[in-house]
């Protein structure tokens, strides 16, 4: 049986985000840093889902300064369900390979596969439309906004 499952993703100024995931009653928020390309995460992670095939273990990584949510999903193949995993590090686990301290598992649980999809695209499409493409950039430093993957996403 799925819980209620959420998550917002909101683009700050210079290089900042912050993301908040609830899951049931749990309710988890963190900074996010420019240092990873999250939202590409969320939008190769939300093509995934809608494709229906098998996901293995798909990764979508909150880094903070230190620090490191990250959000793993897999999915059987045509199934309706998603497994997902909340994890959080106190330094880069996942994204460098540090392990100076251990990973917590915040939660698990499953996840409705194109509910999660559906909010990630709602995401996508909020920057997409009221911040654009150049700010978005402008904000985000390194990373331009996944477009071609949005229009993909949008097109599902």
Not at 66 to 88: C, D, K, T
Not at 108 to 136: F, T
């Amino acid at each position: 049986m799925t819980e209620p499952f959420h998550i917002a993703y909101q683009l700050h100024d210079a290089g900042w985000a912050s993301v908040t995931v609830k899951y049931g009653e749990e309710n988890y928020q963190q900074a996010v840093s420019y240092l990873h390309d999250s939202l590409k995460d969320l939008c190769d992670l939300a093509i995934a889902l809608q494709s229906g095939g098998s996901i293995t273990e798909a990764k979508v990584l909150f880094l903070d300064e230190p620090g490191e949510l990250a959000l793993l999903v897999s999915a059987a193949e045509q199934s309706n369900e998603a497994e997902v995993r909340l994890i959080y590090s106190d330094d880069w686990f996942f994204s460098f390979n540090f392990n100076r301290s251990p990973q917590q598992t915040l939660w698990h649980g499953k996840v409705a596969r194109y509910e999660l999809a559906e909010n990630i695209r709602l995401i996508l499409e909020d920057i997409y439309l009221n911040i654009g493409e150049k700010e978005y950039l402008e904000r985000w430093v390194e990373h331009p906004f996944p477009k071609e993957g949005y229009l993909k996403l949008s097109r599902l």
